[in-house]
T-cell receptor, first 115, second 111 residues
């Protein structure tokens, strides 16, 4: 049973560019959450998708957007990249909306470097 | 303002001793609190969940306590081993505040 998978593993972009990160949830999971983790910090919640809709959102600007597909996989898009967007981007999946105590399973993350 | 604080300094423990990590929070009313382990370059791995009406939870060598009066959770690893060396994160879940992670505590177990 594959766990949460993310692609790509690493990415280098320049300021102003746009990036798309991808996530496939653990089998049987229907909810995907995205997090940004800066070096030495804990993950910061970006948003959560359930039934192809954004259900909750953290304090991130509109440059951060997402999508969930009918097969529950998800994409995170970041427009107009800033140097400060350099971080590890984590995807987590769960069964139902996390926040109800459901265990989240995290992927290995995508390391994004903005130059 | 809302805040979660974990041991800011790294924790160095002798193998075999009990490691105790702290998670303090202010201005939250969490329904649940979870502890995760994170190894360098990897995503967090879920360890334990404790609900607001529970005082203590155990799993093998791990124990978590939750004191909603003190607004504090303690995470204990008994009979610690070098393989327990990692960063440990606490995360609060509340309907108002969504999902909030602490910055983590780096734990090192020396042989």
């Amino acid at each position: 049973d594959a766990g949460v998978t993310q692609s790509p593993t690493h990415l280098i972009k320049t300021r102003g560019q746009q990036v798309t990160l991808r996530c496939s949830p653990k089998s049987g999971h229907d909810t995907v959450s995205w997090y940004q983790q800066a070096l030495g910090q804990g993950p910061q919640f970006i948003f959560q998708y359930y039934e192809e809709e954004e259900r909750q959102r953290g304090n991130f600007p509109d440059r951060f957007s997402g999508h969930q597909f009918p097969n529950y996989s998800s994409e995170l898009n970041v427009n107009a990249l800033l140097l400060g967007d350099s971080a590890l981007y984590l995807c987590a999946s769960s069964r139902g909306l996390a926040g109800g105590g459901e265990t989240q399973y995290f992927g290995p993350g995508t390391r994004l470097l903005v130059l | 303002s809302q805040k979660i604080e974990q041991n800011s300094e790294a924790l160095n423990i002798q193998e075999g001793k009990t490691a105790t990590l702290t998670c303090n929070y202010t201005n939250y009313s969490p329904a649940y609190l979870q502890w995760y382990r994170q190894d360098p370059g990897r995503g967090p791995v879920f360890l334990l969940l404790i609900r607001e009406n529970e005082k203590e939870k155990r799993k093998e060598r791990l124990k978590v306590t939750f004191d909603t009066t003190l607004k504090q959770s303690l995470f204990h690893i008994t009979a610690s081993q070098p393989a327990d060396s990692a960063t440990y994160l606490c995360a609060l879940y509340s309907s108002a505040s969504k999902i909030i992670f602490g910055s983590g505590t780096r734990l090192s177990i020396r042989p």
